[in-house]
């Protein structure tokens, strides 16, 4: 990663409270991004992905609690005021939502709704400077003028979600967090999508965080991925690397349910994500795992570096003697048999 990075996230937890208890959702995530860097953020339904994004630019809805370090070119946002943060987001803190109809104003034209956000931020600009930049972001997005004064029910469910991009790529911002950009797009948009995300990167130095599903975008966009499970960063290093050589048996499976042409029957991960209320002990992955071991259910699993700049929190890469606090023998490490299922 950069040696300055834009976006530094620091042992960062982040929790809500119910009837029921504590809802952990992100529990110690530590990343980087720098500029002209793109991170891909991928797990399943329930990971995390979505409230790591939204906490980051200090999006969360009221009574969630939040602890660590976000820090954005230096500054915590952790504890900012929430004037501080909304002066930050557009034009430096940027966020692509993947529900485009409950994010646009259904009685607002497409038009009006880019002059409300360049008027907010950039108040100096002329009408014909806040319609030339918005027509040229619309039509980046392949989005022609004469659907520039047409409501938001007029449009598809693509093009509704373009326009959302589009509303957040206007001001520039120097970070971006995209969460599932392609969502309802088919294969021609994403590309085109895909691009233009490269383009304001390399062009401006973005700082991009690409939250998704699909393996096959972080493979193609991503410099970097970090696989999320249970609240937390399981793996993260290189893309290329990562794909080559998963080391953790969660991103192994997320890897092997992926259909590719040469597919030739269909995987998937046995059980279901835990309730993050009541976590499993230990390795949150445990109950899934096709490789625990003993010690897995019995104690967090320590996080390791490999090959410089990756990192794997798995008790299959932990350190080979782990004495518990206090002295004693090392844990059991030994394999337990799982059984295949029918």
């Not at 803190?93 to 009006?112: K, N, S, V, W, Y």
């Not at 360049?118 to 806040?130: C, G, N, P, R, V």
């Not at 004064?149 to 509303?167: D, K, N, T, V």
């Not at 008790?315 to 295949?340: K, M, N, T, Y």
Request: charged content about 25%; overall charge negative.
């Amino acid at each position: 990663m950069s040696a300055e990075p834009v976006l530094t996230v620091r042992d960062l937890r982040l929790w809500y409270g119910t009837p029921r208890g504590s809802v952990r959702a992100v529990d110690g995530v530590s990343l980087e991004i720098g500029a002209g860097q793109t991170l891909g953020l991928v797990g399943e339904s329930g990971s995390g992905k979505s409230t790591l994004g939204r906490g980051i630019l200090g999006l969360l809805p009221e009574g969630a609690k939040s602890d660590g370090e976000v820090l954005y070119k230096g500054r915590n946002l952790v504890g900012a005021s929430h004037r501080e943060l909304r002066r930050l987001r557009g034009p430096e803190l940027g966020l692509i939502f993947q529900e485009p109809m409950t994010r646009l104003d259904p009685l607002m034209r497409i038009e009006d709704q880019f002059r409300e956000t360049l008027e907010q931020h950039e108040s100096k600009l002329t009408d014909a400077e806040i319609r030339r930049r918005s027509l040229d972001t619309l039509g980046r997005m392949g989005i022609p003028p004469t659907r520039f004064r047409q409501y938001p029910h007029e449009f598809s469910g693509g093009m509704r979600q373009r326009i959302m991009i589009a509303l957040a790529l206007v001001l520039r911002p120097s970070l971006l967090v995209a969460d599932e950009p392609t969502t309802a797009l088919d294969v021609i948009v994403e590309a085109q999508i895909l691009r233009i995300l490269a383009d304001l990167k390399e062009n401006f130095g973005t700082a991009l965080l690409l939250i998704t599903h699909n393996l096959g975008i972080v493979a193609e966009a991503c410099d970097h991925v970090a696989v999320m499970y249970a609240g937390q960063i399981v793996e993260e290093g290189p893309a290329r690397d990562v794909f080559a050589e998963p080391k953790h048996p969660y991103t192994r499976e997320l890897l092997r349910s992926t259909i590719s042409l040469d597919t030739r029957e269909l995987h998937s991960i046995p059980g279901a994500p835990p309730n993050l209320i009541t976590p499993p002990t230990g390795c949150h992955f445990h109950p899934r795992c096709p490789d625990i071991m003993r010690v897995c259910p019995a104690k967090d699993p320590i996080e390791t570096r490999h090959d410089g700049d990756r990192r794997v929190l798995c008790w299959l890469h932990g350190p080979e003697s782990e004495i518990p606090p206090g002295g004693g023998e090392p844990i059991e490490r030994e394999r337990i048999a799982v059984a295949e299922e029918a």
